[in-house]
């Protein structure tokens, strides 16, 4: 069977998620205010035990190999909001294409704690991990990633937050962080620093700062896309071997094998929008009466839905794909991550931007779910590796 094969259990599944996500998520996003953290559905995504697919509860960065595979198989009864236990990037990526569909805000939600959170997995203490993980999972509190800065956005070696010896084995934190999702309200985060061990990504170290650490402050970014962004002020913020996320200058490691796991499922969240898009286009076409007929008798309109539902399908494949070797633990994992990122963000903002043009004027209208498309479906070309991040790493792997 094709790795991006679903079998029945697994679309029963996502059948369920969707009808979760309409029925009891999108209310709760709605009440919540845009760009604001929304602690009802936080909990709420933690309740239904949907947080654990994406932040394990116990020790563990997720991994390949056998205890993955199986996606279906841990679909067919419900998660404790505890977690626990290995994150399969399909599940993941089957998740947040599921709740993109119906309720963008909750997806979104979801993957900025397993984001946030997915550095402890990878490298934190048995200490940090039973700190902090289950809380994330149950949506009692919330984490950010601080990897962006102000001159280093796309060149993620090149941070210059320095993490300064203190002369007593510690460290005090000096800089800024900012395009920081969940800041500045999150309950800790994953910080990523300077400590100078070695030139460029060899120099870098990843910490685990609490949001009430002394020096630290922020500030929310009023920004296009609707959940939470800051920016974060370092000062001399103290920070010990205890914080420590893995080794002195092994940070890097640690912000990219997170990245991997995330990229194919920011992926999955576009996939999620952009058929969200067309399935709302099909539906205008086929009652908006022109020229006599409807839409879709217009062949300038049938092909450009013929051409949204093959570039969405393109990129669905792609992103499971890319899912599902790594979770086989396949060479190649971050080729056909940025592969599988880079499609279907691309094709997102193609499929939601002639949606739009299919719908005229009243899709942009406040309040219309491709108004709310349009501005959520930018962002994800952007954060987490830009575009032409994608398609450099995509070069330099193709020569390896």
Wanted: charged share 20%; proline share 7%.
């Amino acid at each position: 069977m094709p790795a991006f094969a679903l079998e029945p259990e697994q679309r029963e599944w996502c059948a369920r998620l969707r009808a979760l996500a309409a029925e009891r998520l999108a209310p709760l996003a709605a009440a919540g205010e845009p760009g604001h953290i929304n602690a009802p559905l936080l909990e709420e995504l933690g309740t239904l035990g949907l947080l654990a697919h994406a932040v394990p509860a116990e020790g563990g960065h997720p991994v390949s190999g056998g205890e993955a595979r199986a996606v279906h198989a841990a679909e067919e009864r419900p998660v404790s909001a505890e977690g626990g236990g290995p994150v399969s990037a399909l599940a993941l990526c089957l998740l947040r294409e599921s709740l993109a569909y119906g309720c963008p805000e909750a997806e979104t939600a979801l993957a900025l704690q397993g984001l946030g959170a997915g550095p402890v997995a990878d490298a934190g203490t048995p200490e940090q991990r039973a700190r902090w993980l289950p809380a994330v999972a149950a949506g009692r509190a919330v984490a950010a990633f601080a990897l962006s800065e102000p001159g280093a956005g796309s060149d993620a070696a090149a941070l210059g937050l320095r993490a300064e010896p203190d002369g007593s084995g510690a460290w005090r934190l000096t800089g800024t962080k900012t395009w920081i999702s969940n800041a500045p309200h999150a309950d800790f985060y994953s910080v990523f620093a300077r400590t100078g061990e070695a030139p460029g990504a060899r120099g870098i170290t990843a910490f685990l700062v609490p949001a009430a650490r002394t020096g630290l402050s922020g500030e929310p970014l009023d920004m296009l896309s609707p959940h939470p962004l800051g920016t974060l002020t370092f000062d001399a913020v103290p920070v010990t071997r205890g914080d420590l996320l893995g080794e002195p200058g092994r940070g890097f490691g640690v912000a990219m094998r997170t990245l991997n796991l995330f990229r194919p499922s920011v992926g999955a969240f576009a996939v999620g929008m952009a058929q969200s898009a067309l399935d709302a286009s099909l539906a205008h076409a086929q009652r908006r009466p022109a020229f006599g007929g409807v839409l879709r008798d217009l062949q300038s309109v049938s092909h450009q839905l013929a051409e949204m539902a093959t570039r969405t399908e393109a990129a669905r494949l792609m992103v499971y794909a890319a899912a599902a070797a790594y979770d086989r633990g396949d060479p190649g994992i971050a080729r056909s991550a940025a592969m599988a990122k880079l499609t279907a963000t691309e094709t997102a903002q193609y499929v939601v931007d002639t949606a739009v043009q299919i719908h005229g004027a009243q899709a942009l209208q406040r309040g219309h779910l491709l108004e709310h498309l349009y501005r959520e479906v930018r962002a994800p070309r952007i954060y987490e590796g830009a575009s032409e991040v994608q398609r450099s790493l995509i070069a330099k792997e193709l020569y390896k």
